[in-house]
């Protein structure tokens, strides 16, 4: 069986409800509380979403990482959204590739099954090693991070700048 560099799929299970979790993808503040440094969500004619507002297909985004300074952001659009169950952007280096990035919050007996999904991954070698292993390993970090704030508050991110390289920032 040949290895499928095109995409991959991390899931975890977090026992809290679909809605807190979808909350925490599609607001600016829920963003800020488990992935991004900053997160700006803005409409086409660029009026700022409010921080604890839910974005919507069609709008656009400019993301910040803590272990990174301002020239390092990723600027991209939401693509869809389905009240608590689908959350989907762009996340292509700001254009450079097709990649896309899906979400999807399934319900089950004791919590919430999250299903990140990212594809469309160019295939040479600079993109394999970047774009998937790379994203692959931050995507496991960051939905770790995510299930540790949302079960009980505690942020695993390294957020003092002078500590490079290490892979909670």
């Known amino acids: 069986m040949e290895y499928d560099w095109t995409t991959f799929t991390k899931k975890i299970l977090i026992h809290t409800d679909r809605e807190k979790l979808y909350s925490m993808a599609a607001t600016r503040q829920g963003m800020e509380s488990w992935f991004l440094r900053s997160c700006t969500y803005h409409r086409p004619d660029g009026s700022l979403i409010p921080p604890d507002e839910r974005v919507a297909a069609g709008m656009l985004y400019r993301f910040l990482w803590y272990g990174y300074d301002d020239t390092v952001y990723e ?15 762009t996340f292509n280096g700001n254009g450079q590739t097709d990649m896309k990035v899906r979400i999807i919050f399934t319900g089950m007996e004791k919590g919430t099954l999250v ?24 995507w496991t970090f960051y939905l770790a991070n995510m299930k540790s704030v949302a079960e009980g508050g505690i942020d695993l991110r390294n957020k003092d700048e002078k500590i490079k390289g290490v892979i909670n920032s």
Request: a negative charge; one cysteine or more; proline letters at 3%.
């Open 75 to 89: 600027n991209g659009t939401i693509l869809q959204t389905d009240d608590n169950d689908l959350f989907e952007f």
């Open 115 to 138: 299903s990140l999904t990212q594809y469309n991954i160019p295939v040479d070698e600079v993109s394999k090693a970047h774009w998937h292993l790379g994203c692959m390993e931050g």
